[in-house]
């Protein structure tokens, strides 16, 4: 098994770590880590070493090295086959596994069919129980629930708990969270830790039990004869009409806000248009709006990924890569899904194979699988 230097700008996680290189031994692995792969995150190469893995100089007989690799493991392995020239060096049927972006990327799909390569997308692991521990979107979405408040705490001008001082009562901010799913959660639960009154809208009127179990009020989303379900663990698209509903609710809510976290997304598709700019002129100036959906197109009209923008006196906060700001937590949690994702392939893989094979059947495998070519001495 292969660890790269990971090669997107900005990525500062690494897909092992000295803990889940130990933890694959034990199974029997063989795992090779290029210098300076964990630099980033904390992780030095000595450490990577002492772990029992054996290091690797990009710059000595690269493609030599990749050529002996069943397993390549990444973060942002789309990066990586797009742009690391070694992933020709491959053999047919070794697996590429990571964070592919494989809604509507046939290009690389077709990339690495023509090199016979399997590849596993984690972005597509099903949310069943067997495969939570497995779940690198949402480990890397608690991250980013957590940093976005921080961010937003510290835009804001204004204290977030209340506070009794000789000068009279500080009021608590307000926070208004839309979507509670993973990344929505844990910005509710952060947010109340920092003595925040919270506010939570979905358009999953079942949410509403999550969220007063960790202290939020939740805004029960519009009534319509059809109101959004949910479908693998997300929701599912709303109607225009509903979404221009909910916007008119959140309007009278935006209008209280002192910072405002956006964390709705569906799957594959854009993320859905929550407030416009009509609606961010009923916010308080120096309010703050904390945009994680920006890459996905983003919850509020006017957010740019990676970067602050003032719209009516209200701070729009780009926030697409908060789990790269983690680096070390971020990393640890990523390698133990990836490594809990390994053991499982390694469990359903017969005893006398040479090479790893993927059980077809296995629901978390066919839920993930984005290219298949069957490894050389066995049928997959």
Same mark, same amino acid.
């Given at each position: 098994?292969?660890?790269?230097?990971?090669?997107?700008?900005?990525?500062?996680?690494?897909?092992?770590?000295?803990?889940?290189?130990?933890?694959?031994?034990?199974?029997?692995?063989?795992?090779?880590?290029?210098?300076?792969?964990?630099?980033?995150?904390g992780?030095?190469?000595?450490?990577?070493g002492?772990?029992g893995?054996?290091?690797?100089?990009?710059?000595?007989?690269?493609?030599? *090295?990749?050529?002996?690799?069943d397993?390549?493991l990444?973060?942002?392995?789309?990066?990586?086959? *797009?742009?690391?020239?070694?992933?020709a060096?491959?053999?047919?049927?070794?697996?590429?596994?990571?964070l592919?972006?494989?809604?509507?990327?046939?290009?690389?799909?077709? *990339?690495l069919s023509?090199?016979?390569?399997?590849?596993?997308?984690?972005?597509?692991l099903?949310?069943?129980?067997?495969?939570?521990?497995?779940?690198?979107?949402?480990? *890397?979405?608690?991250?980013?629930?957590?940093?976005?408040?921080l961010?937003?705490?510290?835009?804001?001008d204004?204290?977030?708990?209340?506070?009794m001082?000789?000068a009279g009562?500080?009021?608590?901010?307000?926070?208004?969270?839309?979507?509670?799913?993973?990344?929505g959660?844990?910005?509710?639960?952060?947010?109340?830790?920092l003595?925040?009154?919270?506010?939570?809208?979905?358009?999953?009127?079942?949410?509403?039990?999550?969220?007063?179990?960790?202290?939020g009020?939740?805004?029960?989303?519009?009534?319509?004869?059809?109101q959004?379900?949910?479908?693998?663990?997300?929701?599912k698209?709303?109607?225009?009409?509903?979404?221009?509903?909910?916007?008119?609710?959140?309007?009278?809510?935006?209008?209280?806000?002192?910072?405002?976290?956006?964390?709705?997304?569906?799957?594959?598709?854009?993320?859905?248009?929550l407030?416009?700019?009509?609606?961010?002129?009923?916010?308080?100036?120096?309010?703050?709006?904390?945009d994680l959906?920006?890459?996905?197109?983003?919850?509020?009209e006017?957010?740019?990924p990676?970067?602050?923008?003032?719209?009516?006196?209200?701070?729009l906060?780009?926030a697409?890569?908060?789990?790269?700001?983690?680096?070390?937590?971020?990393s640890?949690?990523?390698?133990?899904?990836?490594?809990?994702l390994?053991?499982?392939?390694?469990?359903?893989?017969?005893?006398?194979?040479?090479?790893?094979?993927?059980?077809?059947e296995?629901?978390?495998?066919?839920?993930?699988?984005?290219?298949?070519?069957?490894?050389?001495?066995?049928?997959?």
């Amino acid at each position: 098994m292969l660890v790269p230097r990971e090669c997107r700008p900005g990525e500062t996680r690494v897909a092992a770590t000295p803990e889940t290189v130990r933890r694959l031994s034990a199974r029997g692995c063989s795992l090779q880590v290029e210098l300076g792969a964990g630099a980033a995150s904390g992780f030095d190469d000595a450490a990577y070493g002492e772990a029992g893995a054996e290091l690797l100089d990009p710059a000595a007989g690269a493609a030599e *090295q990749w050529g002996q690799a069943d397993v390549v493991l990444a973060v942002q392995a789309a990066a990586i086959a *797009q742009q690391r020239q070694e992933l020709a060096a491959l053999r047919p049927g070794s697996l590429l596994l990571g964070l592919l972006e494989p809604h509507a990327n046939d290009a690389l799909k077709q *990339q690495l069919s023509e090199r016979r390569l399997s590849a596993l997308a984690l972005e597509l692991l099903p949310r069943i129980s067997r495969a939570q521990t497995m779940d690198v979107l949402s480990s *890397q979405a608690n991250i980013a629930g957590y940093k976005a408040v921080l961010l937003a705490s510290a835009a804001l001008d204004r204290y977030v708990p209340m506070l009794m001082t000789a000068a009279g009562t500080i009021q608590p901010a307000r926070a208004l969270i839309l979507g509670a799913g993973v990344a929505g959660l844990q910005a509710l639960a952060t947010a109340r830790r920092l003595g925040a009154v919270v506010y939570v809208s979905d358009v999953r009127a079942a949410a509403k039990e999550q969220v007063e179990s960790l202290g939020g009020r939740f805004i029960a989303p519009p009534q319509q004869e059809q109101q959004p379900g949910e479908s693998g663990g997300y929701a599912k698209q709303a109607s225009d009409a509903f979404l221009a509903e909910q916007r008119r609710q959140l309007t009278e809510q935006l209008a209280l806000a002192d910072m405002v976290i956006c964390t709705a997304q569906v799957p594959g598709r854009p993320a859905p248009r929550l407030i416009d700019d009509a609606m961010l002129q009923h916010m308080r100036p120096g309010s703050v709006v904390v945009d994680l959906a920006v890459a996905q197109g983003g919850n509020c009209e006017g957010t740019q990924p990676g970067t602050s923008v003032w719209r009516n006196g209200v701070q729009l906060i780009g926030a697409d890569q908060l789990p790269c700001t983690v680096a070390n937590h971020a990393s640890a949690l990523y390698a133990r899904n990836v490594a809990a994702l390994l053991e499982h392939l390694l469990e359903s893989c017969p005893a006398d194979a040479s090479a790893l094979q993927l059980n077809l059947e296995d629901p978390i495998v066919s839920g993930c699988l984005f290219t298949h070519h069957a490894a050389a001495g066995g049928a997959a």
